[in-house]
């Protein structure tokens, strides 16, 4: 038990973001002891466990769940920051809530988890190249070709079997971070503080990470963080600039609706509502493509940071509501609905899967029923 214990108390403390020194100095003993603990050399008292579960916000049995693998994290940040470890405690339960509803429902593994594009320094010397190649073979797998936007991120990716979770977090510089193991499968979450453009793109972005370097989430650590700067990170942007916003699809757009005039405000307006990204991403994109000078490029984001309400804003935010689209719409809702009426969950289970307390669960039963009774 010993050896079940230790490993999860670990990872519970890692993804709380508390180091070995403090954690100990919180439970009364010595980073030695705790370190014997976690590597499952020592057993842990009982009431120590108690108080460590206290401190973590988990319930008891979570230590003794004989689990193979922990799931790992790719953070994704403006900065050199990480999300907050209330955040990846609350994605971590809905990426294993996610599982179990799958397994009660009955649907467990009739997704297949999207295909890994393993990328090597040593293999590959141009990792741009690379993730521009993977975003066009993406796009192609998933019938979405090179010369159309892409309709609603969001749902595409759900019913690919990514598991989304949006919540809000109050740094808007944290984007989203991205989870995988072969247990829980891809799992994203967004800041849902930011603006839906940013959202789309973290999502993306997300995406090209569990597409090109799954390995890197095979780490014996469930956290670790890349800064901004870092080659994968650079990878995951030309990815999502390129599965969002594909060349030809580009191309053709400016052709039929700008041709040889010069592009003006409006263009860049018409041209990031047509592919649902952000003013800046499209400027970018055009100027990647050689449709726009440096010099123009940069007067139109000079008009465009001139016409934000303020800095966390979009100029022109989308018309459509792709997010509420989804929300209303998911594979997660759908599942735990599905378990709640078929009769398939208890209502304390619901409520353990669901993050809620009893009476929350039981009125968001209620409301399903009236729901299906409506219809």
């Known amino acids: 038990m010993k050896e079940i214990i230790g490993p999860n108390l670990k990872t519970a403390r890692d993804l709380a973001g508390l180091r070995q020194e403090v954690f100990a100095e919180q439970l009364g003993i010595s980073r030695a002891t705790l370190s014997a603990i976690e590597n499952g050399h020592v057993s842990i008292d009982s009431g120590i466990l108690l108080r460590a579960a206290n401190l973590l916000g988990r319930p008891i049995s979570d230590f003794f769940k004989d689990e193979p ?23 971590e339960h809905f990426c294993s809530s996610y599982r179990e509803l799958e397994q009660l429902v009955g649907v467990a593994d009739n997704l297949l988890t999207p295909p890994a594009y393993d990328y090597f320094p040593h293999v590959h ?15 192609e797998r998933l019938g979405v070709g090179q010369q159309e936007p892409v309709e609603n991120i969001f749902q595409l990716l759900d ?3 990514v598991r989304i979770l949006a919540l809000e977090m109050k740094d808007r510089d944290v984007y989203g971070l991205s989870g995988f193991s072969p ?10 503080v930011n603006t839906v453009e940013r959202r789309i793109f973290s999502l993306a972005h997300e995406y090209g990470h569990l597409l090109m370097h799954r390995s890197f989430y095979r780490s014996k650590e469930p956290a670790s963080g890349l800064p901004k700067d ?9 990815f999502a600039a390129n599965f969002l916003v594909p060349d030809v699809a580009l191309k053709i757009a400016f052709q039929r609706s700008i041709g040889d005039k010069p592009v003006g405000i409006e263009d860049v307006v018409f041209l990031k509502r047509y592919f649902k990204v952000s003013a800046d991403m499209m400027i970018r994109r055009l100027k990647d493509l050689g449709l726009l000078d440096a010099n123009s490029a940069d007067s139109l984001m000079t008009e465009v940071n001139r016409r934000r309400p303020d800095p966390t804003q ?18 997660f809702d759908h ?7 078929d009769n398939l969950v208890s209502l304390g289970k619901l409520a353990e899967l669901l993050g809620l307390n009893i009476v929350e669960a039981r009125k968001r039963v ?4 009236r729901d299906v009774s409506a219809a």
Do not use: T
């Open 69 to 91: 693998e922990a799931m790992a994290l790719l953070y994704r940040a403006a900065v050199d920051i990480a999300a907050p470890s209330d955040a990846k405690l609350e994605f």
């Open 125 to 139: 010397s141009k990792p741009d190249h690379f993730a521009v190649q993977v975003a066009a073979a993406e796009r």
């Open 159 to 161: 019913e690919q079997g």
């Open 183 to 192: 247990q829980y499968g891809p799992c994203i979450l967004l800041n849902a």
């Open 230 to 238: 870092h080659d994968l990170e650079q990878m995951a942007n030309v």
């Open 314 to 331: 979009e100029i022109a935010p989308l018309q459509s509501d792709l997010f509420g689209e989804w929300k209303r719409l998911n594979r």
């Open 335 to 341: 599942l735990a609905r599905k378990a709640a009426l």
């Open 366 to 369: 209620q409301e399903w029923r």
